[in-house]
C-alpha cells in the first residue's frame, strides 16, 4: 500500500517540527493510540488498538526515526505486531517547509506499508480505506492540537483573506465539475451502445 499527501498547517515549520517529535501530541493524535514512548534517541514504543472490517487487534510496535534533518524532514520507519490478526511494517517519509505564500508551513508525506495476516485477508481496498481514514484522522486531530497549542498562529489565518475560488463554468460550479459530468456523459454512451 502506497500512500502520499500533503497539508497546509497555521503553526511555523519549527512548531510543527517540534510537535511531531513530541510523545504526547503524537499519542493525541494517532487514532487508536494509547501509548508512544521513548526507548532510545529517535526511538518509540507504540501501543495502539486497529479495526479493519471484521478483524480488530491490539498492535504493539516500535518506531524509529532515520535521515533526521531538523527541522526539515526524516523518514519514519516502522514495525507493529498484531498477534493473530497479523502485522503492519513499512516507512514514511515526512517533509516540511515553508509555503509558498503567506506563514505557517506546509507538511508533505510519501508512505509504504505492508500488512499481513488476517489483516491482509480483509482486502486491499479495505485495507487501504482504513489506512486513508486514519491518515485524515490524525491530521484532523493534529490541525486541532496545533490551534489548542497554538492559538494566535491560527487568529492570524483565520484573518487573512479567503483563497481565491476556482474559475467556473457557469452558474458557480467549478470547471472540472463540468468536464468529469462531461467524461459521465461520454462513458454511460459508450456502455449503453454495448
Known amino acids: 500500500m502506497d500512500m502520499q499527501g500533503s497539508r497546509r498547517l497555521a503553526v511555523s515549520q519549527q512548531q510543527a517540527w517540534d510537535a511531531l517529535n513530541d510523545p504526547e501530541v503524537l ?16 526511538q518509540y514504543a507504540i501501543g495502539m488498538a486497529v479495526k479493519i472490517g471484521p478483524v480488530s487487534a491490539r498492535f504493539a510496535g516500535k518506531i524509529q526515526l532515520t535521515d533526521v534533518l531538523p527541522p526539515n524532514s526524516y523518514t519514519l520507519v ?15 517519509k515526512v517533509d516540511l517547509a515553508p509555503p509558498a505564500e503567506g506563514a505557517g508551513c506546509e507538511l508533505t508525506y510519501t508512505a509504504q ?11 486491499q481496498r479495505l485495507v487501504d480505506g482504513v489506512a486513508k481514514s486514519m491518515a485524515e484522522d ?19 489565518e483565520a ?9 467556473t463554468g457557469g452558474k458557480g460550479v467549478p470547471v472540472w465539475v463540468w468536464a468529469l459530468l462531461g467524461v459521465a456523459i461520454v462513458a454511460a454512451l459508450f456502455l449503453l451502445r454495448r
Do not use: W
Not at 27 to 42: L, M, Q, S, Y
Not at 161 to 166: F, G, I, L, M, Y
Open 113 to 123: 506499508a505492508q500488512v499481513g495476516g488476517k489483516i491482509a485477508q480483509v482486502g
Open 78 to 92: 516502522f514495525e507493529g505486531q498484531g498477534g493473530g490478526a497479523g502485522f503492519g511494517k513499512g516507512s514514511a
Open 159 to 167: 484573518a487573512l483573506p479567503p483563497p481565491t475560488p476556482a474559475p
Open 138 to 156: 490524525f491530521f484532523k486531530r493534529f490541525d486541532a492540537e496545533m490551534e489548542r497549542r497554538h492559538p494566535q498562529a491560527y487568529a492570524a
Open 27 to 42: 499519542k493525541t493524535c494517532i487514532p487508536g493510540c494509547d501509548r508512544v514512548e521513548a526507548t532510545g534517541e529517535n
